[in-house]
């Protein structure tokens, strides 16, 4: 253990169908420190296959290393898409979910979407979710800099990340749509990811907190998130005391990454170590970041308990049966399809051992 308690990443995803990857990941968790973490499904991404739910739920059914919590995610470029998303979150709340996350908002998936989350397709279920205290993590834009192609490095505008091209929202829009959203839906649970990419706007990021008393923040990085804190560091201590019932721990680990642990280390230490500056751990290892010294008694909240809050302090049950029945749905519908040969032999796979 390489932090002095077990911690609780609240901002996972499995990538691979390839269970070394994944238990090489939850191993290197657990010998972190991590005891339980939240694997996140991306299904509403075209890079991403279609058994992501599916995914995360084997994860909350068969890891022993590390608790799984499963947050589903609706599908919207695939043949489920065509299934009313109240029924989507029906089935995975059924299943077994823990809560629901949405990328839909990050600009390359929202342009290849079509509409935000305020849309009035998305009405019921929000509502629903909201009734039942479901917890969700939304991915809302991306930072500031995406927008202008001098300040982002080669490998981002290779991605698709460069979104001043005219084909994209401008950044602002995607804020007004949540903010629709969120005036639909006051009492949805809501962690925004990546601190909603404000870590340099304290006063915007207080504004908000204010305004909406469900909405928490999660400090998974974006690259320049924890330099941007460094620059402000004695404002943003004050900031996370006063607002240390509203923000989470996240890493963005994922199984197709090696070293993981790079990013907790940038996370917690950035929580717990002092002032003085000490280099990146991850991201930007030429540079150097400042630490928040936040009191014990924060860390505990920000690491764990604020996630179990957010989670109701509750444990949803798997249902194998719905499981093994979405499985061998979802089996039938790719099996004849050569090009998904190896999605077909994991989902036979998946039902053998449930
Ligand atoms: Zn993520």
Redesign the pocket.
Known sequence: MIFNKPIVDS?V?IETRDSERTEKMLLEMKEIGVKEIAA?S?VCSPDYGIEQNLLVLKWKRDSRDVKVRAFGCFHEVDSYAELPYEKQAEALLDMGCDGIKF?QMKPNYRRIIGKGVCDPSYDKALSMLEERGVPTVF?VADPFEFWDITKMSESYIARGWFYGDGRHMPYEDYYTEVFSMLSKHPRLKVSL??FFFLANDIDKARRILEKYPNVSYDI?PHPRMYTEFSENIDAWRDFFIEYQDRIIY?T?S?DERERNINIHKTAYYSLTKSRDEFPMPAYYKDKCIRGLELPESVVDKICEHNFHAFLNNKDVPLNEELIDRAARHLLRKIERDESRADRAAWLREFISKG
């Open positions: 901002h995803h996140l991306i990328l991915h990811a990546h998974t996240g963005d994922q």
